[in-house]
């Protein structure tokens, strides 16, 4: 069966032997290069401001909201290893 459907493979390729090859119009190129130019789109640099200047509002907002919650843990362990109420266990015989 492999050898019929090779033999099928070598008969289809030998029979193009000896043809011509396709020429594509001589205007085709140039008539691709238009429609690609018509279908392309530019990014204003207005519109480009405005994005970089989104990003640059978030990097901002997210580096104070990480130095706010680093304050937050610093005050709430100061807070806690000023209270006198929190005593340490000197032996961990709970019953006695």
């Known amino acids: 069966m492999n050898n019929n459907k090779e033999e099928q493979l070598n ?17 085709l190129f140039t008539k691709i290069e238009q429609e690609l130019a ?6 204003q640099l207005k519109q480009l401001s405005i994005v970089a200047a989104a990003l640059v509002g ?6 104070w909201t990480i130095q706010a919650l680093q304050q937050n843990r610093q005050l709430s362990t100061q807070k806690q290893s000023n209270n006198p109420n929190i005593s340490l266990m000197s032996n961990y015989k709970i019953y006695q």
């Open 11 to 27: 008969n289809v390729l030998y029979s193009m032997k000896g043809a011509p090859k396709a020429k594509p119009p001589t205007q």
């Open 38 to 43: 018509s279908q392309s789109k530019v990014i």
């Open 58 to 63: 978030l990097l901002i907002l997210n580096l």
